[in-house]
T-cell receptor
Framework: GNSVTQMEGPVTLSEEAFLTINCTYT??????LFWYVQYPGEGLQLLLK?????DKGSNKGFEATYRKETTSFHLEKGSVQVSDSAVYFC????????????FGSGTKLNVKP | GAVVSQHPSWVICKSGTSVKIECRSL??????MFWYRQFPKQSLMLMAT?????????EQGVEKDKFLINHASLTLSTLTVTSAHPEDSSFYIC??????????????FGPGTRLLVL
């Protein structure tokens, strides 16, 4: 079946620190992979995506590479800001039904000044 | 960008009553909307796919008679939790797919509704 596992939070970092949030997946075939971000009081927003192996998604300084060999899609940012404080969700879409998401449990990131 | 709203943002009700949650696409038409449920520290789980003008498609294990979904217009879908019980307490999130699009990334999420059944 399809599933996503991501590291538990919360993750607390100081401003300008390096961020890694781990995400691994189990899927039938080759899914598309996504990171969504949810700021307090708002809906989930697409942060970045990758649709095939070795693709790198990037946006707002965040990056994630689709690693088929390790079934991973880890989120990284070189220098976090206080404004990056949010909950981050890793997700995959089923190969045969692209509108169906499988989400990880979310990782809360707290960035302190 | 496209905005999806949910109302109410939180609701407390007594066991045995029914609760209706609205999901609206504010500046676009959504032929398809999705309803998710999230338990504390757990994944969002897709409950059902709501298509305008037709019956919703429920995921395996989701009770159709318990969670009534109505997608009466291109901007509104409602989820009614009938005869709610404490185990129905959860965070319910909707998303809307912009009309005519099949791309996953054009799915826009609402902020969620927290339901507490006493």
């Amino acid at each position: 079946g399809n599933s996503v596992t991501q590291m538990e939070g919360p993750v607390t970092l100081s401003e300008e620190a390096f961020l890694t949030i781990n995400c691994t997946y189990t899927a039938t075939g080759y899914p598309s992979l996504f990171w969504y971000v949810q700021y307090p009081g708002e809906g989930l927003q697409l942060l970045l995506k990758a649709t095939k192996a070795d693709d790198k998604g990037s946006n707002k300084g965040f990056e994630a590479t689709y690693r088929k060999e390790t079934t991973s899609f880890h989120l990284e940012k070189g220098s976090v800001q206080v404004s990056d404080s949010a909950v981050y969700f890793c997700a995959l879409s089923a190969l045969y039904n692209f509108n169906k998401f499988y989400f990880g449990s979310g990782t809360k990131l707290n960035v302190k000044p | 960008g496209a905005v999806v709203s949910q109302h109410p943002s939180w609701v407390i009700c007594k066991s045995g009553t029914s609760v209706k949650i609205e999901c609206r696409s504010l500046d676009f038409q959504a032929t398809t909307m999705f309803w998710y449920r999230q338990f504390p520290k757990q994944s969002l789980m897709l409950m059902a796919t709501s298509n305008e003008g037709s019956k919703a498609t429920y995921e395996q294990g989701v009770e159709k008679d318990k969670f009534l979904i109505n997608h009466a217009s291109l901007t509104l879908s409602t989820l009614t939790v009938t005869s709610a019980h404490p185990e129905d307490s959860s965070f319910y999130i909707c998303s809307a797919l912009e009309g005519g699009s099949s791309a996953l990334e054009t799915q826009y999420f609402g902020p969620g509704t927290r339901l507490l059944v006493l």
